[in-house]
């Protein structure tokens, strides 16, 4: 059974920073790619940031680069996504996802490319 847990969420003042953490089990962790995504209220999901398989490459969208930091961590089966710099328009709802192509040098960005989805952390940027 593939589960995706986040955490790390919470309340935060703008120009501060949190860390969220994504712990994944029931799958191939190490060789899939992993993604963030966010939703404000009101508002589609959107691509925050994603990382390759094996760790060596990422993207990121416009609004967050530079800001924000995705890692991983093959031995713990766990993904992270730093944030600094938050703003308000930071605001949602975060979840990771599993991109289940195995070993795959595409990162995507598209939600509908995304196999499996954790159930979210809020993050809230206080101005």
């Known amino acids: 059974q593939v589960q995706l847990v986040e955490s790390g969420g919470g309340l935060v003042q703008a120009g501060g920073s949190l860390s969220l953490s994504c712990a994944a089990s029931?799958?191939?962790?190490?060789?899939?790619?992993m993604g963030w995504f966010r939703q404000a209220s009101g508002k589609e999901r959107e691509f925050v940031a994603a990382i390759r398989w094996s760790g060596d490459s990422a993207r990121y969208a416009n609004s967050v680069r530079g800001r924000f930091t995705i890692s991983r961590d093959n031995a713990k089966n766990t993904a992270y996504l730093q944030m600094g710099s938050l703003k308000p328009e930071d605001t949602a709802v975060y979840y990771c996802?599993?991109?289940?192509?195995?070993?795959?040098?595409?990162?995507?960005?598209?939600?509908?490319?995304?196999?499996?989805w954790g159930q979210g952390t809020q993050v809230t940027v206080s101005s």
């Open positions: 996802a599993a991109d289940l192509s195995y070993r795959s040098y595409s990162i995507k960005t598209g939600p509908d490319e995304y196999d499996y």
């Open positions: 029931g799958l191939a962790f190490g060789s899939i790619a």
